[in-house]
T-cell receptor
């Protein structure tokens, strides 16, 4: 069964450093998402991406964040200058367009730890 | 903010049915009810969704009231592996719509 994959599973970085989190969505999916979950808190939407552009973003997704689909298979989230409060699980999700509904399939997540 | 209300937690006996309620009194006509679950710190897992008819798949059944203001997710024979946080989410039909997660119901299946 196809699944969303994410790398790395755990990333440790120093405050102020740039990080890139990588995702490989399910191959025939057209919609891509990033969510995050700070330890003990709710899963929060960050951004959605379709047709090579951002379709929606949350207030969390400020100028420090960017997304890219560089090669037609990978979907990346870049944080330019990490802060302590960026420590969280980051989940990638993808969805197909079928029948007027669109369940999202989530990857296993990348745990980002900012020191 | 999430447009649903769920109990914070519930216990269930292994092998018994687990009935998880959800209130969504402000749901609009074109919004679906989705259920996801999250086992420990894994990525959320899609379970089922519905608009107004009851739905069943290999994982669960979804019962939606006639006025659509509430629904119940039924896990017919709960196993220990069903221990998770279960999220009831109301979402529009457009493919790009984000999922807005609330606190969910923490379900503990006990032997």
């Amino acid at each position: 069964e196809p699944e969303v994959t994410q790398t790395p599973s755990h990333q440790v970085t120093q405050m102020g450093q740039e990080v890139i989190l990588r995702c490989v969505p399910i191959s025939n999916h057209l919609y891509f998402y990033w969510y995050r979950q700070i330890l003990g808190q709710k899963v929060e939407f960050l951004v959605s991406f379709y047709n090579n552009e951002i379709s929606e973003k949350s207030e969390i997704f400020d100028d420090q964040f960017s997304v890219e689909r560089p090669d037609g298979s990978n979907f990346t989230l870049k944080i330019r200058s990490t802060k302590l409060e960026d420590s969280a699980m980051y989940f990638c999700a993808s969805g197909r367009l079928a029948g007027g509904y669109n369940e999202q399939f989530f990857g296993p997540g990348t745990r980002l730890t900012v020191l | 903010d999430a447009k649903t209300t769920q109990p914070t937690s519930m216990d269930c006996a292994e092998g018994r049915a687990a009935n998880l309620p959800c209130n969504h009194s402000t749901i609009s006509g074109n919004e679906y009810v989705y259920w996801y679950r999250q086992i420990h710190s894994q990525g959320p897992q899609y379970i089922i969704h519905g608009l107004k008819n009851n739905e069943t798949n290999e994982m669960a059944s979804l019962i939606i009231t006639e006025d659509r203001k509430s629904s119940t997710l039924i896990l017919p024979h709960a196993t220990l592996r069903d221990t998770a946080v279960y999220y009831c989410i109301v979402r529009g039909v457009a493919a790009g719509n984000k999922l807005t997660f609330g606190g969910g119901t923490r379900v503990l299946v006990k032997p």
